[in-house]
């Protein structure tokens, strides 16, 4: 079966950075948009930011200039490299993946288990 599996996530003081990394594993035929999705107790999961297969790219406003996503070139792999981090980035952080899965053959949206960033002050 398809699985997305992250890592990368943890404890970082204010104005620190993380490197988040998500990779999707299974019989898979084309992968399409990537993206990371965050969600913080008590608030909607709200998208960060995404890119599709062609790189374009789109961001959360409250992370332009701070958040970089990016693929990998030969691999189904997206990553999120986070900067100048504040206590409000604190949320769990969820990749996600609409990809053809060889054995469904139609675009369908993945998630990942979901990887806690905490930003201290």
């Known amino acids: 079966q398809v699985q997305l599996v992250e890592s990368g996530g943890g404890l970082v003081q204010a104005g620190g950075s993380l490197r988040l990394s998500c990779a999707a594993s299974?019989?898979?035929?084309?992968?399409?948009?990537m993206g990371w999705y965050r969600q913080a107790p008590g608030k909607q999961r709200e998208l960060v930011a995404a890119?599709?297969?062609?790189?374009?790219?789109n961001y959360a406003d409250s992370v332009k200039g701070r958040f970089t996503i990016s693929r990998g070139n030969a691999k189904n792999t997206v990553y999120l490299q986070m900067n100048r981090l504040k206590p409000e980035d604190t949320a769990v952080y969820y990749c996600?993946?609409?990809?053809?899965?060889?054995?469904?053959?139609?675009?369908?949206?993945?998630w990942g288990q979901g990887t806690q960033v905490t930003v201290s002050s």
């Open positions: 890119i599709t297969s062609s790189g374009s790219t």
């Open positions: 996600n993946a609409d990809l053809v899965a060889y054995s469904l053959g139609r675009s369908t949206g993945y």
């Open positions: 299974g019989i898979i035929f084309s992968i399409n948009d």
